[in-house]
DNA sequence: TCTGGGGTCCTAGGACCC
DNA sequence: TCTGGGGTCCTAGGACCC
């Protein structure tokens, strides 16, 4: 029995946020197409978050890079405009592009905000998959006001380094046989998993083009690399073999929150502080979530030199209440600190299990009452805001006393090095 | 006026057990 | 006069992605 090649569209969003914003601002009114003049997504400066998240194409043509500060964009740049991202806007594109996605099958996998995968197997009916694709393409553009690129393959790692390989508005297929032609020819770190810390290995191997690595003896790869080795090779010959999983059935491994402060915390009451608002965002996700945690971590990142660490500890416990992983947080920053000034903290958790299969210990201090607590403030902030109860600690501090979003924006199954 | 925030997976080393 | 060896769990850090 062989088993019949299947058929995967990667769907990418080209610029999402600044595309989004564009599409959002001439469906009321304006006159100005963002992508059609030098312009960015960035955080505000005044607050440190002040960084490139998205740009138009004439900002690329002066050098302007995704991740690059404001002030670095501006020089390249003088006349960029500068639009601050209003995430719930994105979310609104994003579920408006998953439904309009939805029509054509429901074997999709939502990978991120602004990427999906289908799998249109046995879909003949439709006609030829670049027909298809182009249905797509056009759709999306005349309904959400906005292009996308898409790639056809028969996996979707190859779907998705097509989708990459033309923008903006455009289809592009990549079927293995067309690997030596259209993939081999291409720099090693366009491969998806090459980052900046693999490729430089790789060029000091003598290795420049995927097909170099494509043709590496996978032996070699697999001592220098270990498993890593080989799924590069795989990877750059193509191979790769995981299902469009149909969305929401990724199982989530842990939640987190972060953030740089506007100023650099230098004193060990600020910092539980913003650890607290950290902790009532993921409290209570979790909590939305019904799961309890058995690992919490600690993030610090260093205004002196931007480098972090962290520190984590497994509890005897599950648990969901916003006090308890409060206190392992704070017993986690206090071994771990050593004084230096701090330009961001964040707080993690995971080894998640369903919150209503726990034990209670004896060992361990009684939450009960704390759940109860908690369970009164989630109904309250879910009925009247997030900002309707406030811990007092926040009220002359200048923090937000909560950090974050409350996602009900789904956490996407997110990539992982298996698709 | 320096560089965000949300994820996943892998590895190495130490503790501890048999 | 010897320090083998396998296994599991835990933690810190690094790599990658959007």
């Known amino acids: 029995m062989d088993s019949k090649e299947r058929v995967i569209l990667h769907i990418d969003v080209n610029n999402a946020f ?64 500068i639009i601050h991202p209003d995430y719930a806007l994105y979310m609104c594109c994003h579920n408006a592009l998953m439904e309009l996605l ?21 879909m003949e009916l439709l006609g030829d998959p670049l027909k298809t694709a182009n249905e797509i393409k056009e759709k999306i553009k005349k309904e959400l006001g906005f292009t996308v690129s898409i790639g056809i393959s028969s996996n979707k790692l190859l779907a998705k380094i097509g989708s990459d390989m033309k923008k903006p508005d455009a289809i592009t297929t990549l079927y293995p046989s067309e690997l030596p032609e259209k993939m081999w020819p291409l720099p090693v770190e366009d491969l998806y998993m090459v980052g900046n810390a693999t490729a430089p290995k790789l060029h000091k191997m003598g290795i420049f083009t995927i097909g170099d690595l494509a043709r590496c003896d996978i032996e070699w790869l697999k001592y220098k690399f270990k498993s890593w080795g080989i799924l590069l090779w795989n990877y750059a010959n193509g191979i790769e073999d995981s299902i469009v999983s149909g969305s929401g059935h990724s199982i989530i491994k842990g939640m987190g929150n972060s ?80 004084g230096e000034p701090i330009r961001h903290l964040g707080v993690r958790v995971s080894d ?68």
């Open 18 to 81: 600044l595309a989004f914003e564009a599409a959002f601002r001439l469906q009321h009114g304006a006159t100005v197409d963002l992508r059609k003049i030098p312009s960015a997504v960035a955080g505000a400066q005044a607050t440190r978050h002040g960084i490139i998240l998205a740009k138009s194409l004439p900002a690329k043509q002066c050098g302007v890079k995704t991740g690059e500060a404001i002030w670095e964009a501006k020089q390249k740049c003088p006349n960029i405009a």
């Open 102 to 122: 939805k029509n054509f099958t429901d074997r999709m996998q939502i990978f991120s905000i602004d990427e999906c995968f289908l799998d249109i197997t046995n």
């Open 259 to 338: 953030t740089t402060i506007h100023f650099d915390v230098e004193d060990k009451e600020t910092a539980y502080l913003v650890l607290l608002s950290l902790v009532e965002t993921v409290g209570m996700r979790l909590r939305y979530g019904g799961f309890c945690c058995r690992v919490v971590s600690v993030t610090i990142k260093k205004a002196e030199d931007l480098t972090s660490y962290s520190h984590q500890r497994k509890l005897a416990v599950p648990v969901d209440c916003t006090n308890a992983i409060f206190e392992e947080c704070k017993k986690l920053f206090d071994r771990m600190w050593k």
């Open 352 to 419: 998640l299990t369903a919150s209503d299969s726990i034990q209670l210990s004896f060992l361990e201090k009684n939450w009960e009452k704390q759940k109860k607590v908690d369970a009164v403030i989630d109904r309250i902030r879910m009925k009247y805001g997030p900002g309707s109860i406030v811990r007092s600690g926040f009220l002359r501090s200048g923090l937000a006393p909560l950090q974050g979003g409350l996602s009900e924006d789904v956490s996407f199954p997110v990539m992982t090095s298996i698709l």
